[in-house]
């Protein structure tokens, strides 16, 4: 079954980071580009980074630059974020998903990423307060 499995969400006081991990089965995860994705409600999901097969990786959000970083285990066919100095505006629900198809370079701007989404995960919930 192909699938993707977000973990490492959880409750960050601001200032703090985390790294949130992107586990995939069914498929050889080095052979896609992959973002990231967050959440809240009553707004649109928002491409956060996305990082291609060559390792080169774009950040979508202004806010994110210099403060994520993404980054792939292929022994563990694993993609993580990392986030830190993390703002209250960070708390969402985070998702991954590939990008299509196999090999594919991501897309210079956001909304072109969203259109060319494979596999999405179940999100996992990221909370920032104190």
């Known amino acids: 079954q192909v699938q993707l499995v977000e973990s490492g969400g959880g409750l960050v006081q601001p200032g703090g980071s985390l790294r949130l991990a992107c586990a995939a089965s069914?498929?050889?995860?080095?052979?896609?580009?992959i973002g990231w994705f967050r959440q809240v409600p009553g707004k649109e999901r928002e491409p956060v980074i996305c990082?291609?097969?060559?390792?080169?990786?774009?950040t979508y959000v202004d806010s994110v630059k210099g403060r994520g970083t993404i980054s792939r285990d292929n022994a563990k066919n694993t993609a993580y974020l990392d986030l830190e100095s993390l703002k209250p505006e960070d708390a969402a629900v985070y998702y991954c998903?590939?990008?299509?198809?196999?090999?594919?370079?991501?897309?210079?701007?956001?909304?072109?990423?969203?259109?060319?989404?494979?596999?999405w995960g179940q999100g996992t919930q990221v909370t920032v307060s104190s």
């Open positions: 990082m291609g097969i060559t390792g080169f990786s774009t």
């Open positions: 998903a590939t990008v299509m198809p196999r090999g594919r370079p991501c897309p210079t701007y956001a909304t072109d990423l969203l259109q060319v989404i494979g596999v």
């Open positions: 069914g498929f050889t995860l080095e052979d896609y580009g």
